[in-house]
């Protein structure tokens, strides 16, 4: 569903959440309390650690779901607006790295294939079938990368033996 | 949408007279659908300062959905916006669509300073039904 990913450093994030709450007009009194920016960056300065790290790190983001469990969706609740994926912009960023950056976040997250998705209605046995081919796709890359790092090793050892097959020149005495 | 948007006047321009007002920051909307690519760029708060879309650049039929149409629609909507002095912006892009590279090109291209870029898809948790397969 939404995957929880950003891109930068703990104080730039806490930098660009206090720019957002500052430059944004006052909320309006409409929105639910927890997406509120007031009750969000107060809820910020009290527990300061928790919030920032599920924010970051991907493969984290089981840990501290388990840790944190009501900030598993923190995307969700500490922006006036829900998002799925976010790149925080850089100074003097270039075009390539930024679209780059953008098109690896949401490819991970699987935005556009999840859009195509529900597109259509797709029938239970289409479901299996298409969750069937996603597992075996699943299995097939696990075997195959474990597998070619053993090639790889194996190759190696076999050029660096030297071969001791070659006569050595050495003055032996009592020879002629 | 909630808010109603007068989207009166000729392509993107402001319609309100007192509304030529210095947004130094801004939002940047993308709609990117496999058909259309729309840009809207409002203030912070969401008012519509001006809009283009890919229609209203020309193009028709199946040119609509190419990038270097949404190219064209995101730069015709940020010249619009550039003049009343906007510097930084947010840039959220919501749905499938290959008007989703081309439009941030266009944006870095014009100058302004990106803050965010948002991918904003809705997404529903299994929610409406959607429409049976086409049987093409």
């Known amino acids: 569903m939404a995957a929880t ?8 994030l806490l930098n660009s959440l206090s720019s957002l709450s500052l430059s944004s007009s006052p909320p309006p009194p409409t929105t639910v309390s927890l997406s509120s920016t007031s009750s969000s960056t107060k809820t910020l300065t009290a527990i300061t650690q928790p919030p920032i ?17 009501s900030l598993a ?14 790149v925080i912009v850089g100074p003097d960023e270039s075009e390539e790295s930024l679209i780059g950056r953008f098109r690896r976040e949401v490819f991970r997250a699987n935005i ?11 029938t239970n046995q289409e479901m299996r079938k298409r969750k069937i081919r996603d597992a075996a796709r699943r299995r097939s890359r696990r075997r195959q990368r474990p597998v070619a790092k ?9 050029d660096d033996e030297p071969d001791n097959w070659e006569l050595i020149d050495v003055e032996v005495p009592y020879c002629q | 949408m909630a808010k109603a948007i007068p989207k009166k006047g000729s392509r993107g321009r402001i319609s309100s007279r007192k509304s030529i007002r210095k947004i130094p920051k801004g939002v940047i909307h993308i709609q990117a659908s496999f058909n259309n690519t729309i840009v809207t760029v409002t203030d912070v708060r969401g008012r519509v300062v001006s809009w283009s ?4 650049c020309g193009f028709q039929g199946t040119r609509r959905g190419t990038p270097f149409a949404a190219q064209t629609a995101a730069a015709n909507a940020i010249r619009a916006v550039v003049d009343q002095g906007m510097q930084r912006a947010e840039v959220m892009i919501k749905g499938p669509g290959l008007g989703r590279d081309a439009t941030l090109r266009a944006i870095r291209r014009s100058g302004i300073l990106l803050t965010f870029v948002r991918d904003v898809t809705p997404m529903p948790h299994n929610g409406c039904r959607p429409p049976k397969k086409r049987r093409v």
Do not use: A, M
Request: some cysteine; hydrophobic content about 25%.
């Open chain 1, 5 to 12: 990913t950003s891109s930068s450093s703990p104080t730039s």
């Open chain 1, 112 to 122: 556009i294939q999840e859009c195509k998705r529900r597109r259509f209605f797709e």
């Open chain 1, 53 to 69: 790290s599920p924010l970051i790190h991907n493969t984290s983001s089981n840990i501290h779901s388990l840790l944190y469990p």
């Open chain 2, 53 to 56: 879309s890919v229609g209203t």
């Open chain 1, 73 to 86: 969706y923190s995307n969700n609740l500490f922006f006036k607006t829900p998002y799925n994926v976010q």
């Open chain 1, 150 to 158: 053993k090639d790889e090793i194996s190759r190696k050892k076999v």
